[in-house]
C-alpha cells in the first residue's frame, strides 16, 4: 500500500505531520471582554456545536474557568502568561458541561471543581467521577472576584449558575449557560443548523424550545425568578455559551420581553 505522497512524488514524512499541530481557530484564542482584563471569553468545539468559556480573575494568580472546554485549554497558557503558581476554580455551569474537566484537571492537577447542589446529584447518577468535585456552589466555598456573585435560577431542574458582575467599565454583565442563545445566523453545519430551526435557537436572542419544555420545571416559578433578577442587576451585556457576546443598553428590557413571549409569565 503506497503512502501519502508530496507533488513531486516523493512520500510525505510521516514523523513530520505527527508534530504538525493544528493550529488554533481565532475563536478558540481568549481575549477580554469589554477591554476588562480582569474577565476573557474564548470557544470551544465539541459535536456540531462552539460553546463558550469565560475566565474570571479572583487573583492574581487565581483563575475562575466558567465552562470549561478542551479545545481552548492551550491557548488559556496565553492568558496567565509565565505565571509559576497559577492556582485555577472550574465551575460547570449544569451537568452537561463537564466535559472539558478532565483535560484541565490533567494540566492543573490541583484545581477546585464546583457546579450547583442539583447538578451534582445529577452527576452522581450519570456516573461522573464526582470525587472531582470540591463543593457545590450553595456551600459559599468558591472564591468570585469582587463585584461578582452567583446566581442560581428557580424552578430549573438541570442545575444552571449563572455569574453576575460588573466591569472596569461599570456595566453589568451576566455569563449564562444553556438559557439564552444569541446566534447571529444560522449555522453552516447541517445538523447544528438543523436543530437551531427545531428548537428556534436562532437567529438572534432566544430561548431555545428545548430549554422550554424539558429544561425548565416550572416555566411561572423560573420567568418571574428570571425577570426579578434582571430588575436587580440591569445587565447591559450578557456572555452565553452558546452564540455571540450581545451587548445593548436596554438589554435588561429584551430579556424581561423574550422571557415574557417564550414563558408565558
Known amino acids: 500500500m503506497v503512502g501519502p505522497m508530496n507533488t513531486d512524488g516523493t512520500k510525505t514524512d510521516g514523523a ?3 508534530k504538525t499541530k493544528k493550529k488554533k481557530t481565532k475563536k478558540e484564542c481568549w481575549a477580554p471582554i469589554d477591554a476588562c482584563k480582569a474577565v476573557w471569553e474564548s470557544q470551544y468545539f465539541v459535536p456540531n456545536f462552539i460553546s463558550r468559556s469565560v475566565a ?3 487573583e492574581d494568580d487565581h483563575w475562575l474557568i466558567y ?6 485549554l492551550e491557548t488559556f497558557a496565553q492568558v496567565v502568561g ?3 503558581q497559577v492556582k485555577i476554580s472550574l465551575l460547570l455551569p449544569n451537568h452537561y458541561h463537564h466535559m472539558g474537566t478532565t483535560a484541565w484537571l490533567k494540566q492543573y492537577p490541583h484545581a477546585k471543581v464546583y457546579c450547583s447542589s442539583q447538578a451534582l446529584r445529577r452527576l452522581k447518577k450519570r456516573g461522573y467521577p ?3 468535585i470540591e463543593d457545590s456552589v450553595e456551600d459559599n466555598k468558591m472564591t468570585l472576584p469582587p463585584g461578582f456573585s452567583c446566581l442560581i435560577p428557580e424552578g430549573q431542574r438541570w442545575g444552571e449558575v449563572w455569574l453576575s458582575g460588573t466591569l472596569d467599565r461599570g456595566d453589568r454583565i451576566w455569563v449564562t ?7 447571529s445566523k444560522y449555522s453552516s453545519h447541517l445538523v447544528a443548523r438543523t436543530l437551531q430551526k427545531l428548537f428556534s435557537s436562532a437567529p438572534g436572542l432566544r430561548i431555545s424550545a428545548l430549554v422550554k419544555w424539558a429544561l425548565i420545571s416550572d416555566r411561572r416559578t423560573f420567568g418571574h425568578w428570571v425577570q426579578q433578577k434582571l430588575r436587580q442587576d440591569q445587565p447591559s451585556i450578557i456572555a452565553p455559551s452558546h452564540g455571540e457576546v450581545y451587548r445593548a ?5 429584551q430579556l424581561t420581553a423574550l422571557v415574557s413571549e417564550r414563558l408565558g409569565v
Open 249 to 253: 443598553p436596554n438589554l435588561t428590557d
Open 130 to 132: 464526582v470525587l472531582s
Open 177 to 183: 449557560c444553556d438559557t439564552f442563545f444569541n446566534y
Open 67 to 72: 465552562s470549561p472546554g478542551v479545545s481552548n
Open 16 to 18: 513530520k505531520r505527527e
Open 82 to 84: 509565565g505565571a509559576p
Open 56 to 58: 474570571l480573575r479572583v
